[in-house]
């Protein structure tokens, strides 16, 4: 199992102001329903799961992407191909994901504000990076995701770097302000879930979560942690 500072996850609980961040969880709640247009099946390639037989959107999307069909192209070119996708082929995507700020250069420069964009609510995130701020972890943070499960459903066991990728440890902050959201990381076949509102950990390693019974989301900041931070923490 890939560690971090030799721990399965790192618990940031003791050091950020989770009242504030649990008190805008329903602020949160409703960004994601105000703005359910923007969730997307995620995003996965084959390489990502554990069980690699069955394709995900990334592998659909590039083996479409040369189609001569007008329908094909406009639901690339509104992103929506991944909703068709999934009623048409056998395609495994796991939890939804809501991304309001994503690379344009890359996945290796996820982390950077500056390779990043910005969706156009955004802004109205606010209320969210205002508190993201003043927990002064990072240098500087780039993609911010939600990752969206409805009741019945789980996040596929995968990992975040497929084998022919070089090795890199992501950093992030991750956020699971539910109960009901078991999720987990894999040390061969056994499960060590993440017991802590606020984490980090190895994404080299496979991780998912249990079915769900009600709805419920994650969210993933991935920047670059500055030293003070990481000194406090390990």
Not at 7 to 30: E, G, M
Not at 35 to 49: A, H
């Amino acid at each position: 199992m890939f560690q971090v500072y030799n721990k399965p996850y790192l618990n940031f609980d003791n050091h950020l102001d989770l009242d504030t961040l649990y008190s805008l969880r329903s602020k949160i709640s409703a960004f994601v329903a105000l703005n359910s247009n923007l969730i997307r099946p995620t995003k996965y390639t084959v390489g990502n799961f554990q069980e690699s037989h069955t394709k995900g959107i990334v592998d659909y999307q590039l083996e479409y992407s040369n189609s001569e069909d007008p329908l094909i192209q406009e639901l690339l070119s509104k992103d929506a191909f991944g909703h068709y996708i999934v009623f048409e082929q056998p395609v495994r995507h796991g939890s939804m994901s809501m991304n309001l700020r994503y690379s344009t250069s890359g996945y290796q420069n996820k982390h950077l504000a500056k390779e990043c964009q910005r969706v156009d609510v955004d802004h109205n995130f606010s209320f969210f990076y205002n508190w993201l701020d003043k927990q002064n972890i990072f240098e500087d943070y780039g993609r911010v995701n939600l990752f969206i499960n409805h009741p019945g459903t789980f996040s596929e066991i995968h990992r975040d770097h497929p084998p022919l990728y070089e090795y890199v440890q992501d950093q992030f902050l991750w956020i699971n302000l539910f109960d009901r959201k078991k999720f987990f990381l894999l040390d061969n076949d056994k499960k060590v879930y993440v017991e802590s509102a606020c984490a980090w950990f190895d994404t080299n390693n496979y991780h998912g979560t249990d079915p769900v019974t009600q709805s419920c989301y994650t969210i993933r900041v991935d920047g670059v942690f500055n030293k003070e931070f990481i000194s406090k923490v390990v």
